[in-house]
């Protein structure tokens, strides 16, 4: 079954109130096995991220499109336009393929996440272009077996496993593999973040391999105490266990002196952390650094800047 939003009614004329077209044509569209191809969406949200910077009374803002307990899921080609709040969420997720998707939104954005994922596995997002405020892709607790591939980044906060730790009892992440991507100007690159709290998750056996970055503030990253503001946090040590994670073929340059920081947790310090041809510049000189705390792993081939594991 093929449908198109707007024989329901929809215009794109950025005016018209085309929610009745789209609920429409989804209730005649089977959940298990929804195709999307192509299309714009556009949430218009500068007016929101206006009201965000200047006053705490704003509305919570929309997700412009999301899939909650769905299965066999294919979106190509999207283009998701200046969303209010994150453009892309696959929750509760199994079997979920994204190729060709473009995310834009200025990166001043606040909570513009790319795509976001959680209690969600088998998921692909393959080709893609994602310039926005804040994580390209981010990746919640209950995520397994995800596979990113050929995805430009930037501006945004890079690729994020996380923040995890939210919540005491918390499902882990395990199988994930971020391939061939390059990030431009983003705050951070490759990134693990988790609350500096007790909790019951977890992080292993991921895979960061063929990455070139360019300009990036934090290149690689583990933060296991994420504490913002200051609440709810301060004293406490993080109980997610992070393990088996690999960094293979990284190159590019950091626009910081410290272009790997391995920050994890004093009770469950970082294992099985593996470094192989990692080259990473400081202002086109060799003068970059790493630093690490509770962390433990193993190095081959060039390591640039020199290894703290």
């Not at 969406?41 to 500068?46: A, C, K, N």
């Not at 995520?143 to 995890?164: D, E, K, M, R």
């Not at 947790?265 to 470094?275: A, D, H, T, V």
Request: aromatic share 6%; hydrophobic share 35%; net charge neutral.
């Amino acid at each position: 079954m093929f449908l198109n939003v707007i024989n329901f009614g929809a215009k794109s004329d950025s005016k018209t109130d085309s929610s009745y077209a789209f609920s429409s044509a989804w209730d005649l569209a089977c959940v298990d096995g929804v195709s999307i191809l192509g299309g714009n969406l556009d949430g218009q949200g500068s007016g929101l991220w206006t009201c965000k910077s200047s006053s705490k009374n704003c509305p919570r803002g929309a997700t412009t499109l999301g899939f909650s307990n769905s299965n066999n899921v294919s979106i190509t080609g999207l283009t998701s336009l200046n969303s209010q709040m994150f453009h892309i969420v696959i929750n509760g997720c199994k079997n979920v393929k994204l190729q060709g998707v473009k995310v834009y939104a200025p990166g001043e954005s606040p909570n513009t996440d790319g795509i976001h994922v959680q209690l969600s596995s088998e998921i692909s997002i393959l080709n893609s272009i994602i310039s926005t405020g804040d994580d390209c892709v981010s990746i919640g607790p209950g995520t397994t077996n995800l596979w990113i591939q050929n995805v430009a980044c930037g501006p945004g906060h890079g690729i994020s496993i996380g923040s995890l730790a939210k919540d005491f009892e918390e499902a882990g992440v395990q199988n994930v593999t971020v391939k061939s991507v390059m990030f431009m100007n983003t705050q951070n690159g490759v990134r693990i973040k988790t609350w500096g709290r007790p909790s019951t998750g977890f992080v292993n056996n991921v895979l960061f391999q063929h990455v070139t970055m360019i300009d990036v503030q934090n290149p690689i990253v583990i933060d296991q105490n994420y504490c913002p503001y200051n609440k709810n946090c301060p004293g406490q040590v993080s109980g997610v266990k992070v393990s088996d994670v690999t960094y293979q073929d990284i190159h590019g340059s950091s626009a910081t002196r410290v272009a790997m920081k391995f920050d994890c947790s004093k009770r469950n310090p970082c294992k099985g952390i593996k470094l192989e041809d990692v080259n990473l510049s400081y202002k086109n000189e060799p003068a970059a650094e790493a630093s690490c705390a509770n962390v433990a792993g193993t190095t081959t081939g060039v390591i640039q800047p020199t290894s703290c594991l």
